[in-house]
């Protein structure tokens, strides 16, 4: 079985700045993406950016600019800057990872709220 453990969000000012981190343990022979997505009450799921274990990125065009996903592999771990912080941006965000079989594992979620 895969853990995922993400930082704690929080509470930040608008134009603001947060990182989060999510960290993987368990049974993990090897992982293909790791990313982020976020949802708030009555929305979907929304992916926010994924970076792939060779590094390529992909991002959601609301955060281009302003957020950056970077992975430290030997960690297992996947962190997203977060800059120039929006009240559109408070959501719960998720970690997901993706296994080269196609599993598919999320964190719990933490609350990242922006304040206008």
């Known amino acids: ?3 995922l453990v993400e930082s704690v969000g929080g509470l930040v000012q608008a134009v603001g700045s947060l990182r ?6 368990g ?6 993406a790791m990313g982020w997505y976020r ?3 009555g929305k979907q799921h929304e992916l926010v950016s994924s970076i792939s274990s060779g590094g390529s990125t992909i991002s959601s ?3 281009q600019g302003r957020f950056t996903i970077s992975r430290d592999n030997a960690k297992n771990t996947v ?3 977060m800059n120039s912080l929006k009240p559109e941006d408070t959501a719960v965000y ?5 296994t080269p079989r196609g599993y598919i594992y999320w964190g719990r979620g933490t609350q ?3 304040s206008s």
């Open 1 to 3: 079985q895969v853990q």
């Open 20 to 25: 989060l981190s999510c960290t993987a343990s």
């Open 27 to 32: 049974s993990i022979f090897s992982i293909n």
């Open 39 to 41: 949802q708030v009450p």
């Open 61 to 63: 065009d609301s955060v």
């Open 79 to 81: 962190y997203l800057q």
């Open 94 to 98: 998720y970690c997901r990872l993706e």
């Open 112 to 114: 990242v709220t922006v």
